[in-house]
T-cell receptor
């Protein structure tokens, strides 16, 4: 069966510091992968998606970036965090019939 | 701009009753529709999906779709306190790789 893991689960970072969130998927090959953010009062927002190694599409302009160095690895990064980057970050993969399955999530607080 | 609208609630339902959650969407070309449940502090988990007009039942859950009215609903029969959560409606409008568009969710409270 397919599983998805992401880490770290929680982190507190100062403004201007870098960020790296990592996600890996097991039990499937060449999955479509996604990064979503859930901020208070704003719902789930699609940030990036990837259909393959090195292929990244951005849905919204921001100071975040994503990379896919391996087939089942997806990384979300920032060089300098802003207060507005705080939120719950979710990695996800697409299964059959456009169904999205989420990882456990990473809580980011920028202080 | 694709939009999915839900009443934020909270929606309070007594235990054992039917909880009815509603969702409307703006993109008439939408093809797939999903309901997720999200407990506080946790990631969303898939409850049901529906592609065709009409009803789809899975245990205590029934999803209803009306594409002409651009309306999706979720019914939860015999509501239990463990059903207390935020329910997210999500829509896929085609195109393959792009992800789902989510509503902000309805907070459901089942009163014992």
């Amino acid at each position: 069966s397919q599983t998805i893991h992401q880490w770290p689960a929680t982190l507190v970072q100062p403004v201007g510091s870098p960020l790296s969130l990592e996600c890996t998927v097991e039990g499937t090959s060449n999955p479509n992968l996604y990064w979503y953010r859930q901020a208070a009062g704003r719902g789930l927002q699609l940030l990036f998606y990837s259909v393959g190694i090195g292929q990244i599409s951005s849905e919204v302009p921001q100071n975040l970036s994503a990379s896919r160095p391996q087939d089942r690895q997806f990384i979300l990064s920032s060089k300098k965090l802003l207060l507005s980057d705080s939120g719950f970050y979710l990695c996800a993969w697409k299964g059959i019939g456009n169904t999205i399955y989420f990882g456990e999530g990473s809580w980011l607080t920028v202080v | 701009q694709k939009e999915v609208e839900q009443n934020s609630g909270p929606l309070s339902v007594p235990e054992g009753a039917i909880a009815s959650l509603n969702c409307t969407y703006s993109d008439r070309g939408s093809q797939s529709f999903f309901w997720y449940r999200q407990y506080s502090g946790k990631s969303p988990e898939l409850i049901m999906f529906i592609y065709s007009n009409g009803d789809k039942e899975d245990g205590r859950f029934t999803a209803q779709l009306n594409k002409a009215s651009q309306y999706v609903s979720l019914l939860i029969r015999d509501s239990q306190p463990s059903d207390s959560a935020t329910y997210l409606c999500a829509v896929h409008s085609g195109g393959g790789a792009d992800g789902l568009t989510f509503g902000k969710g309805t907070h459901l409270i089942i009163q014992p």
